[in-house]
């Protein structure tokens, strides 16, 4: 299963993910990246990135929520708003870079 992470975009080119993972710098916010692993090389991989400085996994389970404030910067010139759920916000975002795909 893909796991979703918003995370600085200095920290991505100097930690990146171990694994296969793809990610987009955010249109609208450059500093922040957005990053979908495939899947992780061994079972420390995910726990060790997602301690690193400001790297937030987007838990699908709280898809239904308000996109947080960043994301409606970062991702407002392709659309996303701040009335936006995080699953509305991404459906913007997949248009645009379709890798954004949870299934």
């Known amino acids: 299963m893909k796991t979703f992470y918003f995370a600085p975009t200095a920290t991505l080119r100097a930690t990146p993910?171990?694994?296969?993972?793809h990610a987009t710098t955010c249109p609208g916010a450059p500093i922040w990246s957005l990053c979908v692993v495939e899947?992780?090389?061994?079972?420390?991989?995910?726990?060790?990135?997602?301690a690193l400085p400001g790297v937030?996994?987007?838990?699908?389970?709280?898809?239904?929520?308000l996109v947080p404030a960043i994301a409606v910067t970062a991702f407002g010139?392709?659309?996303?708003?701040?009335?936006?759920?995080?699953?509305?916000?991404?459906?913007k975002v997949r248009a645009v870079w379709p890798i954004a795909r949870h299934d």
Not at 17 to 21: H, I, N, S, V
Not at 39 to 50: R, T
Not at 58 to 63: C, S, T, V, Y
């Open 39 to 50: 899947y992780w090389s061994d079972e420390q991989a995910d726990d060790e990135w997602e």
């Open 77 to 91: 010139p392709w659309g996303v708003v701040a009335t936006d759920t995080v699953r509305q916000a991404m459906k």
């Open 17 to 21: 993910p171990r694994g296969a993972w």
């Open 56 to 65: 937030r996994p987007l838990h699908i389970e709280d898809w239904g929520g």
